[in-house]
């Protein structure tokens, strides 16, 4: 059987961050393209550049980090926001500018009041655009699982004339079933004639829970790049799961034509930097990257993998990062140690003083609790991360009273721009007075979306891991923190989802924006 390169275009810093809740920092957006890099990936799309200052610079500084992967910016078919994306990507070793048009008769109709023809011409001269910018270019047909055969089939060709060299089928809503997509992405490789000249992309959508299968089918009809995100982070119902589609050609390579670059054993180091930035937690049993995924509770299941692995395992969970680097650290850890594995964990600091910092926090936490694993180190380094936020708020001090028949109460200290402010207040229970002494210090009309609390490890001396999503206006932050203490860490999760509403920027969503 031949073996194919399977393109890996990742779009968890796009398609993925557009997930209601799941907007990052441009510190964030450049911490997990460093571990996209490291994964491997072939193109990491990190944003759609025209869509805020504040997204033109996190691509900007995603094209400056990365090394090995392309970098690719999204933009309709506007001159502005192709000049926008082929900007923010040029300081990246590769770059792509990717557009997109819808091509459904209701979006045509309905969204951009466009009549066919001209929607081709719109196509054309973008794709011709970008041409000024990179060489490498994709072209999108927005909402193709729903459009007619004989359109998209004109589009593609003229797209691939004016220079596309990937195009992409999206199945934008998740309405397809995979025959029905296999088929679409079979008939237009016939039908299109210039179609050897472009690398045909799948983009599936999870509605119906089909995305992983959708692509795969497009995969198995020729489609040779596959667009996905790490957790099936996405739209609605997400985008099809990076990590299953590669286990799935990886593992079956009896059955699929082609291969990918994958580093795999980076995928759960990824998947969790992921959940832990947007605060979408992985569910147990999530294939690949859940807790249970290679976990054997029955009786009859541990016997049989103790006698040979292969009865109930087809995957080995080595292979995908499980319990490589399960090193456990002490209070007694040098700071050699700590930095050598941090390293290993693929994260490095730019300055001592930053390394100094982290390794302060450590010794902290190595008094509090006994062992110190990959998660726990992985949160604290999150946590630092997200204070490098100008922060306009610390917190100073706590303390909370909370007995039985005793109505809670709080008392916080916040540093407001170094100056101290008190505030006191009572709620339902511990969390909620903190949260309501901060509020009044803070003075915000932010209304709270999530609170999340997620053990790190096992045991009574774990680490809360909280997250807060805060929404105030148009903008939607994620705050994160992690302590022995889980009203502390709750606080602490909440100044920082304060401070990150105080240097938001509003940002446009691409696919609810008109296209013009
Ligand atoms: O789902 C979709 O159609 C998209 C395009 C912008 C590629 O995300
Ligand atoms: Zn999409």
Redesign the pocket.
């Known amino acids: 059987m031949s073996t194919d390169r399977l393109y890996i275009f990742d ?1 968890t810093l ?2 993925g961050e ?1 997930s209601p809740g799941a907007s990052m920092t441009r510190e964030e957006k450049v911490r997990i393209a460093r571990s996209l890099d490291r994964l491997r990936v072939d193109i990491i799309e990190a944003g759609f550049p025209a869509a805020s200052k504040g997204d033109f610079e996190a691509v900007q500084a995603v094209a400056r980090t990365v090394e090995y992967s392309t970098v690719a910016g ?1 933009a309709r078919t506007t001159p502005n926001d192709i000049d926008r994306a082929g900007e923010a990507v040029q300081p990246a070793p590769r770059s792509r500018v ?1 557009t ?1 048009i819808g091509t459904s008769p209701i979006h045509m109709e309905a969204k951009l009041r466009m009549q066919p023809d001209d929607v081709i011409e719109a196509a054309v001269t973008a794709v011709r655009r970008a041409g000024r910018w990179t060489d490498d270019i994709e072209f ?5 699982g729903r459009s007619e055969v004989d359109f998209l089939c004109r589009i593609i060709e003229q797209a691939i004339d004016a220079g596309a060299r990937t195009v ?1 089928i ?4 998740g309405y397809n079933v995979p025959a029905q997509y296999g088929d679409l992405i079979r008939t237009l490789r016939e039908r299109v004639p210039n179609s050897d000249k472009a690398v045909w992309s799948v ?1 599936c ?1 999870d509605d119906l829970g089909m995305a992983v299968a959708n692509s795969l089918a497009g995969v198995m009809a020729g489609a040779r790049q596959v ?1 996905c995100t790490i957790n099936g982070l ?2 609605r119902a997400g ?1 099809a799961s990076l990590e299953e589609l590669v286990m799935a050609v990886r593992t079956r390579q009896d059955y699929f034509p082609c291969d990918t670059g994958i580093e795999t054993t980076e995928i759960l180091p990824t998947s969790r930097l992921v959940a832990n930035v947007t605060g979408f937690h992985i569910q147990p049993n999530k294939a690949i990257v859940g807790a249970n995924a290679f976990a054997h509770e029955s009786g009859i299941h541990q016997d049989g993998v103790l006698k040979a692995r292969e009865t109930y395992e087809i995957m080995r969970a080595q292979d995908v990062g499980w319990n490589n680097n399960r090193m456990v650290m002490g209070k007694h850890s040098g700071r050699n140690a700590f930095r050598s594995k941090l390293e290993e964990m693929g994260i490095k600091f730019e300055t001592a003083a930053e390394l100094d910092e982290v390794f302060a926090r450590f010794k902290d936490l190595a008094d509090k609790k006994h062992e110190i694993f990959d998660e726990d180190l992985q949160a604290l380094v999150t946590e630092v991360y997200a204070q490098e936020v100008n922060e306009v708020y610390q917190l100073q001090h706590m303390r909370v009273c909370c007995e039985n028949d005793v109505i809670p109460e709080a008392e916080v200290t916040l540093l407001v721009r170094g100056e101290p402010q008190t505030a006191t207040a009572r709620g339902d229970g511990p969390v909620d007075a903190a949260f309501k002494a901060i509020e009044k210090i803070v003075g915000s009309d932010a209304e709270l979306r999530l609170y999340s609390v997620n053990s790190i490890t096992g045991g009574t001396d774990a680490q809360g891991e909280v997250t807060v999503r805060l929404q105030e206006g148009n903008s939607v932050v994620n705050g994160q923190a992690a302590d022995t203490d889980i009203v502390i860490a709750s606080a602490k999760a909440f100044v920082n989802g304060h401070n990150k509403l105080a240097q938001r920027e509003f940002r446009e969503h ?2 609810l924006a008109a296209d013009l």
Not at 170 to 173: A, K
């Open positions: 779009t796009r398609d557009q999204l990717h997109f999108s047909c927005e909402d193709a992409n999206p199945d934008t809503v983009h959508h667009e996405g739209e985008n691409p696919q």
